[in-house]
């Protein structure tokens, strides 16, 4: 069966899969507002900020960002990641528990389950431990669960917060935060940073620091390609990803070992790339000529097994 993983790294000459969707911190680029973002981020960490929040379109490096935080954590810090928690008070609860490898039974009460988080948090900061919740695609949170989080920051130790809470979500989280019935959360806001898409320079950076990781020892992407991906993907990360790939597969498929923008225009008007609803401009422009060469198919291409 065709590995897919490994189509084209054996082609490009490549130790790895360069566009991979995955956040994976080995492959960070320290664009200057990825650079901004992460030193706020540490600034809350150290600060002990009760509320530390990240904003920035679908896959621009927020949660990335935040992997590479916590590989750089040491024992004494107790770390519960929730996704898309939802539900009323209870089930926040509930989900953070989880999270923080808590029982939470089900037939527990509200009351039960926070005096069990009360208590946890008491225990982890009596052993010298810090707790960090962190709370990704967070715009989905209501205003409710926002103001139940905010109640969790209360519990403290005289000076001393017993939790930080990061919050990483999608602009329009910044904007909830901002309504005006949120005033004591958005006071408990201490550590803040928006990641906005790149421009084409930083595209053109992107591309080659992720093929340099993945071991290209050449450009195989042209400045001219790179620019049209900037265009095509408004420049966000996890679009750049997605189309670089394609246009991975495509030249693989041509047997070509060079990127140009006539194949990114390609893969646009074979409609392959799809942007997700993004605010990204139209796919590709209508060619002068009115037509596109079509990519030929790559006689080396081997399927089955071993592949």
């Known amino acids: 069966m065709v590995q897919s993983f490994d189509i084209y790294t054996e082609h490009f000459g490549l130790t790895e899969r360069p566009f991979s969707l995955v956040p994976d ?4 680029f320290w664009s200057p507002a990825h650079q901004r973002a992460f030193v706020m981020l540490e600034y809350g960490f150290i600060s002990r900020a009760p509320i530390t929040l990240i904003t920035g379109e679908i896959g621009a490096g927020k949660t990335t960002l935040v992997h590479h935080l916590l590989g750089m954590l040491d024992d004494n810090v107790q770390v519960g990641f929730v996704t898309n928690a939802h539900g009323d008070r209870g089930e926040l609860l509930r989900w953070v528990l989880m999270a923080l490898s808590q029982p939470a039974p089900p037939e527990a009460t509200y009351v039960d389950l926070f005096a069990r988080f009360q208590e946890f948090l008491i225990a ?5 431990r810090r707790v960090i919740l962190i709370f990704d695609e967070a715009q989905n949170l209501s205003r409710e669960s926002l103001e139940e989080l905010r109640m969790f920051t209360n519990i403290n130790s005289g000076k001393d917060e017993l939790l930080q809470l990061v919050l990483i979500g999608q602009p329009e989280l910044r904007d909830t935060i901002r309504r005006p019935d949120m005033v004591q959360f958005a ?8 990641l906005p898409a790149m421009d084409a ?3 053109s950076a992107y591309i080659r620091h992720r093929l340099t990781v993945a071991g290209a020892r050449r450009a195989i992407f042209s400045e001219a390609a790179c620019a049209r991906i900037q265009k095509a993907t408004a420049g966000v990360p996890r679009l750049v990803n997605q189309l ?19 194949l990114i225009d390609q893969v646009l008007a ?17 060619p002068a000529s009115g037509n596109i060469t079509p990519v030929p198919i790559n006689p080396n291409i081997r399927t089955g097994e071993g592949r």
């Open 201 to 203: 320079q930083n595209v």
């Open 244 to 262: 670089c790939d394609l246009a991975m597969v495509y030249a693989y498929a041509a047997g070509e070992v060079d990127i140009d923008e006539a």
């Open 25 to 28: 911190p080995s492959f960070l």
């Open 187 to 194: 006071q408990r806001v201490t550590a803040s940073t928006h």
């Open 124 to 128: 982890e900061y009596s052993a010298g």
């Open 270 to 286: 074979d409609g392959t790339f799809f942007a997700g609803g993004a605010s990204v401009p139209a796919a590709v422009d209508p």
